[in-house]
């Protein structure tokens, strides 16, 4: 059999999962059919992706009563699209991992409701509870820009932002953290500041993830985590979600000057640091991940024959495609 149809019977036997997708907003386009977008129900089934986690995405805004009211009502509103995919006929909304696998086991591509920025809750943690009930599996504690929770990788000078706000996480971070950790809800270390992430891994019960980061030693900036924040996140049982984002991957990157290769690099920097149990795929579709060769879902196969052609075996690319965020989120369960 010539090799490329082995990588894809061995592809196809996997149960691939993509930790971080953006959905449309506004609704441009409907998710269920063809688009121009890098994902979507046809090229999940085009590029054998079998779960994918979908945002949504809070942009930080200002830290005010209003501003926590707008964040709040547009992460209901996401949400209310999101499970609004997942309950269409053509996938399955999965919040366990269980449903993940009964999802992939019925060959049904799976939606796993998670939301990007910890403003969308503002000061209130009784909103996680609210997130929740949607199936929310993951809250990104802060995207760029500080919030009432913690301090962001990325001040932003725009609102206001000095480098640091609260030195790492704030009181009310800690008690969203111990509300998440409650309710099943996975903390997403990707976008905080470097002190908020090694505090996160301290105050957080279970293992936490990073759903859509680089490695630091591969690509100086300050969205990637360094082999000491690695260190941290192996010891307590977490998982670095690879994103292909071409500027994190490499420096001066770009869709046409990126390729899975550089990609890959940062996936065996982590085996090599930290283990084959610590890294994963999030590939930030939709949200300025993109790929000269896996420039949407239905590529996905790519994937796997770069990690195949790296000398990865069946068992462990398995790992990689989402075994180890599903022990993360089956540790919270
Ligand atoms: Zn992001």
Redesign the pocket.
Known sequence: MPDSLITNALHQRLLTLDSHVDIPWPEAEDPFFPSRRCLDIPKMREGGLKSVCLAAYIPQGARTREGFEAATSRAMAMLETITRIGRNPEARLAASVTEIEQAAAEHWPAIIPVI?NGHAMGEDLSNIARFRAFGVRYITLT?NGHNALADSAVARRDLGDGPSLHGGLSDLGRAAIFEMNRLGIVVDV??TARTAMLEAIRVSKFPVVAS?SCVRALCDHPRNLDDEQLDALAASGGVIQITAVPFFVQRGGSVENTSLENFCNHIDHVVQRIGIEHVGIGS?FD?GGELSDWRHAGQSVNVTAELVRRGYDEEQIGKIWGGNFRRVLKASE
């Open positions: 990007e995207h990707s976008h859509h930030d949200g």
